[in-house]
Structure formats: structure tokens, C-alpha cells
């Protein structure tokens, strides 16, 4: 999807200026000048990771068949100059079923792209991965596994969510002591957990027997976190990984965010993070200011300069993340290569951006809810409603080089 904005008070001149905007599942690219000031929007995640973009994207592992979905998820990231990909996960439990359903039914042959399901087919197994959020070279992410099986009247559903961070260089797992050290990474996960153990003590005494058999089947993991920032310093939230049977799908429950002191590579990445609270948030450049306003679900972003000149850049879609000046750190090369990955993303998708919104908590536990897919042919091509993953949908990563 395509935005444009334009306009500047006729007493002044707009300043010339030029940055990126990350938002959710969109990346805005705002440049301003004499003429005035635009806004061009995508579907897509970027990172920058060692000084270089990439793109942060998920595409789809379909291995069906006519009566039985199996749709996992492979997440990648893209370096833009270059143009290769790397693999950063990989579900495998949806390629596990797929691969025990074809060996009990060596005669079924697998869909072809163009293929539909069975309106109602006996086995549908899915998997998501989701960007949460990008730091630097660090991407968090959540994972859900969902299955739903049925034997004539009899149905049955399995549905696993976790939470955790990669590095965007390698796709390796990072633990908490990698980022901030171990003194820290201790005292936080220590925390947490005790946090955790009160809470599920306290909701047990007053649940069902029903009740405390799902608490039971939530569990602290040191490794199932997300990061935040909060006034450009860093936040670890822990989200308990959870298992269900029956029902809707798990949510991973997040208890209140654990403050951290940033090191080295936070520092380097603080001038993209904000200031202010969620509903005014600016970065600041010279004598140059940008101001993201929260609308409802939307932000109103305005650009000023030193004598508190104002222009309308535009409204986009809340939550505002990250900003990145485009300035002279940025050679040609990069230039180009963000040129091209602006114009192939607008190809992406029309589809409708939806803002996250922020739940009610619980004795410092955040539980969320998650609804399932809505058709079985729906898993098959239309899985996820974010742009990101429609981007790259059914393309391997060589494919994009």
C-alpha cells in the first residue's frame, strides 16, 4: 500500500530531511525539502544489523493434502545491497506431521499450489512466526503451533505458544547474559521467576481443578522473552511458554517488564528509539524534531525545526518503533538497495494494517487471547493478515537474490 502526504505552512519552507519510519508490519520513508514533505509506506520489516538494511520477512512451508492442512513457517532475513537471504527459523513440528501423515498414506498425493482442501479435513496443522520487534541485529519473535483433528464426531486441538529473541546475523537463539551480561541476565530471570511462582500460587488457591491443570501446563522458560524500550533504555518481558488441549489456541501469558542497563550495542542503537511517553512520542537530529501523536490506533506524525516551525507529514498506523536518519552514514549502495526493496514491497499487498493494543494485566501477568484461522483453505493462502508475510509468501530464499 501506497501513502502520500504533502504540504508545509506558507510562512516557511519544509527543511530538508530524510528517514525511515517502522511501525508494526510497515516501514514509512519520509523526505522532506523545499517542495514539501512525503510520506511513502510499505509492508515490510526492516533491521539494521552492522551498519547494513535488511529485510526481517516469513514465508510460508506448505506440504498438504486433500484431507489433511499442514502449513508451517520459516522466518528469513534479506540483505538488501547483496540481495541474499538467510534462514533465521524454521518450525519443524508442522514438516514432522506431514511427514508421518505421507508415510501412513503412501497412496494420497500431496496438494498442488493451485489445489483446494477438503471444506472440513480431518487433520489441519499450522504453525506462525511472528516479528515482534526489531533491536539492532536482535529480532523478537512468537512461535504457535496449532492442531485440530476430528474422527467422524470426535475432535481434538493441540495449540503451543513461546516467545524468544534471534540474532538477525546467524539465527542463533540468544540468551539474556549475551545482551546485558550475566549479573544481570540473573537477577532478571530470578525475579521473574519468583514473579511467576506467587502468581500461579495465588491464582491456584482460588481456580478449579480444571483451572490448575492449565496453570500447571505454564512453565518459566529464561529463554521465552521479547525486548522493549522504555525512554530509549532497555526492557526484558518474560512470556511463559504455554501448552493446551481442547479449546482455543495458548497465549503466552507476559509478566510486568524487567528494566535492564544497556551495553555497548544498545547504546549504538538508542538515537532510533524514542522519547516521551506512548501517546507523544520524538526523535530528535540537529534542529530538526519529528513527533509521532497517538489518535486511537493511529499516530500523527509532524516535523519541526528550530523555531518551532511545524509541518504535517501524515497519519500511519500505531505503534510507532524506530526511526532511522538517512544521512551521510547511508552510501549509494544502501540508497538504491532500499529504492528497490520500496518498490517491490509495494506490490506486496493492499491489505489493511491493524495497530497492536495493549491488554489488562493481572497481578503483573498479561494474558492475551488468539483466535484461530478461519477456513482450511484460508491456512492454505491467506494464513497471516500482515503484509510481512504475504510479501514472500511461497518463495524460497535464493529466489529473492
Given at each position: 500500500?501506497?501513502?502520500?502526504a504533502?504540504?508545509?505552512?506558507?510562512?516557511?519552507?519544509?527543511?530538508?530531511?530524510?528517514?525511515?519510519?517502522?511501525?508494526?508490519?510497515?516501514?514509512?520513508?519520509?523526505?522532506?525539502?523545499?517542495?514539501?514533505?512525503?510520506?511513502?509506506?510499505?509492508?515490510?520489516?526492516?533491521?539494521?544489523?552492522?551498519?547494513?538494511?535488511?529485510e526481517?520477512?516469513?514465508?510460508?512451508?506448505?506440504?498438504?493434502?486433500?484431507?489433511?492442512?499442514?502449513?508451517?513457517?520459516?522466518?528469513?532475513?534479506?540483505?538488501?545491497?547483496?540481495?541474499?537471504?538467510?534462514?533465521?527459523?524454521?518450525?519443524?513440528?508442522?514438516?514432522?506431521?506431514?511427514?508421518?501423515?505421507?508415510?501412513?498414506?503412501?497412496?494420497?498425493?500431496?496438494?498442488?499450489?493451485?489445489?483446494?482442501?477438503?471444506?472440513?479435513?480431518?487433520?489441519?496443522?499450522?504453525?506462525?512466526?511472528?516479528?515482534?520487534?526489531v533491536?539492532?541485529?536482535?529480532?523478537?519473535?512468537?512461535?504457535?503451533?496449532?492442531?485440530?483433528?476430528?474422527?467422524?464426531?470426535?475432535?481434538?486441538?493441540?495449540?503451543?505458544?513461546?516467545?524468544?529473541?534471534?540474532?538477525?546475523?546467524?539465527?542463533?537463539?540468544?540468551?539474556?547474559?549475551?545482551?546485558?551480561?550475566?549479573?544481570?541476565?540473573?537477577?532478571?530471570?530470578?525475579?521473574?521467576?519468583?514473579?511467576?511462582?506467587?502468581?500461579?500460587?495465588?491464582?491456584?488457591?482460588?481456580?478449579?481443578?480444571?483451572?490448575?491443570?492449565?496453570?500447571?501446563?505454564?512453565?518459566?522458560?529464561?529463554?521465552?522473552?521479547?525486548?522493549?524500550?522504555?525512554?530509549?533504555?532497555?526492557?526484558?518481558?518474560?512470556?511463559?511458554?504455554?501448552?493446551?488441549?481442547?479449546?482455543?489456541?495458548?497465549?503466552?501469558?507476559?509478566?510486568?517488564?524487567r528494566?535492564?542497563?544497556?551495553?555497548?550495542?544498545?547504546?549504538?542503537?538508542?538515537?532510533?528509539?524514542?522519547?516521551?511517553?506512548?501517546?507523544?512520542?520524538?526523535?530528535?537530529?540537529?534542529p530538526?524534531?519529528?513527533?509521532?501523536?497517538?489518535?486511537?490506533?493511529?499516530?500523527?506524525?509532524?516535523?519541526?525545526?528550530?523555531?518551532?516551525?511545524?509541518?504535517?507529514?501524515?497519519?500511519?498506523a500505531?505503534?510507532?518503533?524506530?526511526?532511522?536518519?538517512?544521512?551521510?552514514?547511508?552510501?549509494?549502495?544502501?540508497r538504491?538497495?532500499?529504492?528497490?526493496?520500496?518498490?517491490?514491497?509495494?506490490?506486496?499487498?493492499?491489505?489493511?494494517?491493524?495497530?497492536?493494543?495493549?491488554?489488562?494485566?493481572?497481578?503483573?501477568v498479561?494474558?492475551?487471547?488468539?483466535?484461530?484461522?478461519?477456513t482450511?483453505?484460508?491456512?492454505?493462502?491467506?494464513?497471516?493478515?500482515?503484509?510481512?508475510?504475504?510479501?514472500?509468501?511461497?518463495?524460497?530464499?535464493?529466489?529473492?537474490?
Open positions: 500500500m501506497l501513502a502520500a504533502c504540504g508545509a505552512p506558507r510562512a516557511a519552507s519544509a527543511p530538508t530531511a530524510d528517514f525511515l519510519l517502522s511501525a508494526g508490519d510497515s516501514t514509512y520513508w519520509v523526505t522532506s525539502d523545499a517542495s514539501g514533505v512525503k510520506l511513502l509506506g510499505v509492508p515490510m520489516v526492516l533491521a539494521r544489523v552492522d551498519g547494513r538494511f535488511h526481517i520477512y516469513v514465508a510460508d512451508d506448505d506440504r498438504s493434502f486433500p484431507d489433511a492442512i499442514f502449513v508451517g513457517q520459516r522466518l528469513y532475513s534479506r540483505d538488501l545491497v547483496r540481495g541474499d537471504s538467510i534462514e533465521l527459523m524454521a518450525d519443524t513440528v508442522v514438516p514432522r506431521l506431514a511427514a508421518a501423515y505421507a508415510q501412513a498414506h503412501p497412496r494420497v498425493a500431496p496438494l498442488a499450489p493451485d489445489e483446494d482442501a477438503n471444506d472440513d479435513p480431518a487433520m489441519n496443522a499450522t504453525a506462525d512466526l511472528e516479528v515482534l520487534d533491536h539492532g541485529p536482535y529480532v523478537s519473535f512468537e512461535y504457535h503451533v496449532d492442531l485440530e483433528t476430528h474422527a467422524g464426531e470426535r475432535r481434538s486441538s493441540y495449540h503451543r505458544v513461546r516467545r524468544g529473541v534471534l540474532d538477525g546475523r546467524t539465527g542463533a537463539s540468544v540468551r539474556l547474559a549475551d545482551l546485558f551480561g550475566d549479573p544481570q541476565a540473573r537477577r532478571a530471570e530470578g525475579e521473574a521467576s519468583r514473579a511467576w511462582s506467587d502468581v500461579r500460587d495465588s491464582l491456584s488457591a482460588r481456580s478449579s481443578d480444571d483451572a490448575r491443570r492449565r496453570l500447571a501446563a505454564v512453565s518459566f522458560d529464561p529463554l521465552s522473552y521479547t525486548l522493549e524500550a522504555d525512554e530509549r533504555s532497555p526492557q526484558v518481558v518474560f512470556a511463559l511458554p504455554a501448552e493446551t488441549r481442547g479449546g482455543s489456541a495458548a497465549s503466552a501469558p507476559t509478566l510486568t517488564p528494566p535492564m542497563t544497556g551495553s555497548a550495542w544498545w547504546t549504538a542503537i538508542q538515537p532510533e528509539l524514542p522519547l516521551g511517553p506512548d501517546s507523544l512520542l520524538r526523535w530528535e537530529h540537529g530538526l524534531t519529528v513527533v509521532a501523536r497517538l489518535e486511537g490506533e493511529s499516530a500523527r506524525l509532524v516535523l519541526s525545526d528550530a523555531a518551532h516551525h511545524e509541518w504535517s507529514i501524515g497519519v500511519i500505531a505503534p510507532v518503533q524506530r526511526l532511522l536518519w538517512l544521512d551521510s552514514t547511508v552510501d549509494a549502495d544502501a538504491k538497495a532500499l529504492q528497490r526493496a520500496f518498490a517491490d514491497a509495494a506490490l506486496y499487498s493492499e491489505s489493511t494494517r491493524v495497530a497492536a493494543s495493549r491488554l489488562p494485566t493481572h497481578g503483573g498479561t494474558f492475551a487471547s488468539r483466535s484461530l484461522r478461519a482450511p483453505r484460508a491456512s492454505r493462502s491467506a494464513r497471516r493478515v500482515t503484509p510481512v508475510h504475504r510479501a514472500h509468501a511461497g518463495l524460497s530464499p535464493r529466489a529473492r537474490s
